[in-house]
């Protein structure tokens, strides 16, 4: 007799028209999503590092519309990773206020630390809301590139490439951040 067993816990690596792009989920959800990187390697092991991430590749169905979305979303598209199941098992009361917050922001919404930690309920908090930011195990299902610091300024990002990754993923949602463009110097008349 032959038995068949249902692998729920796996990752991938997908090719985005941004770079490689990593996901890893349990069988509740998503539990590590990886920003671009340029290679598909570098992606894997960071991927890897991470306990709980099985080396199962085998997709269930929300894992093959999660992908899919994923490059979607690197192609430009509007899309809302609201509906996306995420397993945050281990994480503390004030992180998963601070990300059930941000997770109610829309594509090309932003708002700011601050401001963040008192919708989650933690006026006061906007460094401590920061540091849970940082530690987020999937941007962009979590949207913490759409944190500012405080005057709309881009604040920090721990993802690959920084500030300047999260500038580029704000710009793909049509968020301009920083100085205004320089004027037109002159016509020449």
């Known amino acids: 007799m032959v038995t068949t067993v249902s692998i729920t816990a796996g990752h991938a690596v997908l090719e985005t028209v941004i770079g490689f792009m990593g996901i890893a989920w349990s069988e509740k959800g998503l539990i590590r999503l990886c920003l671009p990187e340029r290679s598909r390697e570098t992606v894997e092991r960071r991927l890897l590092r991470h306990g709980g991430v099985s080396s199962a590749t085998a997709q269930p169905p929300w894992v093959l519309e999660l992908i899919a979305a994923i490059k979607a979303y690197a192609a ?4 809302d990773f ?5 397993d945050l098992d281990g994480v503390d009361d004030f992180r998963l206020a601070i990300y059930d917050a941000a997770r109610k922001l829309s594509f090309g919404e932003t708002t700011t630390y601050g401001e963040l930690a008192k919708t989650a309920g933690h006026a006061g908090l906007a460094r401590e809301t920061g540091a849970a930011l940082g530690s987020n195990p999937v941007p962009l299902v979590i949207p913490c590139h759409r944190i500012l610091a405080a005057g709309g300024k881009i604040g920090g990002f721990s993802a690959p490439g920084g500030s300047i990754t999260k500038e580029k993923m704000l710009a793909m949602e049509g968020v301009r951040v920083g100085p205004p463009p320089p004027a037109q110097v002159s016509f020449g008349f």
């Not at 430009?76 to 899309?79: M, S």
């Open 76 to 79: 430009g598209e509007d899309i």
């Open 82 to 86: 609201s509906a996306v199941p995420v």
